[in-house]
């Protein structure tokens, strides 16, 4: 099993940053990609920033690319995501996923397989 543990959420004012962590833990030792999704109420879960654990690819969809960086910390098993240029359409709860094997799409929910708590993220002023 592997367990996901984020943090870094909060409220912030638009034009603003935040930068979310998550550290996994457990079974590790095979771990493929790491990714944030996330959700605002009465939408689907909403892919945000992928990374491929080997080689350390990145992917984006356009509504954040340019303001959002995903990163990794191998040693740590920790991902990280920068938000900067906050905008009240970010505000959501982000969860933090893993996929532990090969999979030839790491930008949708579907083929995630452990997920973290989420936390909130409000942009607002």
């Known amino acids: 099993q592997v367990q996901l543990v984020e943090s870094g959420g909060g409220l912030v004012q638009p034009g603003g940053s935040l930068r979310l962590s998550c550290a996994a833990s457990?079974?590790?030792?095979?771990?493929?990609?790491m990714a944030w999704f996330r959700q605002a109420p009465g939408n689907e879960r909403e892919f945000v920033a992928a990374i491929k654990w080997s080689g350390g690819t990145t992917y984006y969809p356009d509504s954040v690319k340019g303001r959002f960086t995903i990163s990794r910390d191998n040693a740590k098993n920790t991902v990280y995501l920068q938000m900067n240029s906050l905008k009240p359409e970010d505000t959501a709860v982000y969860y933090c996923?893993?996929?532990?094997?090969?999979?030839?799409?790491?930008?949708?929910?579907?083929?995630?397989?452990?997920w973290g708590q989420g936390t909130q993220v409000t942009v607002s002023s």
């Open positions: 996923a893993l996929r532990s094997s090969v999979v030839p799409i790491v930008t949708t929910p579907l083929n995630y397989n452990y």
């Open positions: 457990g079974r590790t030792f095979s771990l493929y990609a």
